[in-house]
Structures are given as C-alpha cells and as structure tokens.
Nanobody
Framework: VQLQASGGGLVQAGGSLRLSCAAS??????MGWYRQAPGKERELVAS???????NYTDSVKGRFTISRDSAKNTAYLQMNSLKSEDTAVYYC???????????WGQGTLVTVSS
C-alpha cells in the first residue's frame, strides 16, 4: 500500500491551495486529511467515503472541499480562503475497506502568511 501526497506550500491569507493524495495497493473505504499545527494535537480536517459522503471539521466548513476520483484512487482537498490558523502539516490517509486500518502519506506543510 502506498499513498503519495502532493500540493501544499506557502500562500498568503485568503489564498487557495489544493492537496492531492494518490493511493494504491488495496481498496479503501475512505480517504482524507488530518493536520497538526505546532503545539497542537492532530485533528481530522476532512474525509470522504467511497460512497461520496463527506465530513469536515467545523473550522474549515465552507472553505475546504474534499473530492475523490475513484478510478484513480485519488483524493483532493481544495482549500480556499486560507487563514493563518490553517498553517499545519497535513497528512493524507486512506482506510482499508477490509481491515479498517489507516495508511498514511507523507506530511505536507501548508503555511499561510498573514
């Protein structure tokens, strides 16, 4: 199982970024992203199931959109109206449909300058 994350970088407040996460190796029940800011616990940002059901943490609702290309086993996180508090390392994950184990991609740093 492999997860290849891409995207992220430095953006000014109010700007946009898109994260991608390409998974391979098995079938996944859900995919999404967690993030961890300095000195804070890791939190779930957004997730999407293989049925297309989505879930967002309250602080990103209306600003972030998660989507999935099932044919490519790739998830996308479109992040708009970014705020300085969105600065964190973002980790994509994919949940195995058979075992419910989570697999993780490499962290991607998102830095929002105010």
């Amino acid at each position: 199982v492999q997860l290849q994350a891409s995207g992220g970088g430095l953006v000014q407040a109010g700007g946009s970024l898109r994260l991608s996460c390409a998974a391979s190796g098995t079938i996944f029940r859900a995919m999404g992203w967690y993030r961890q800011a300095p000195g804070k616990e890791r939190e779930l940002v957004a997730s999407i199931t293989n049925h297309g059901n989505t879930n967002y943490t309250d602080s990103v609702k209306g600003r972030f959109t998660i989507s999935r290309d099932s044919a490519k086993n790739t998830a996308y996180l479109q992040m708009n109206s970014l705020k300085s508090e969105d600065t964190a390392v973002y980790y994509c994950y994919a949940r195995n449909i058979w075992t419910n184990n989570n697999y993780w991609g490499q962290g991607t740093l998102v830095t929002v300058s105010s």
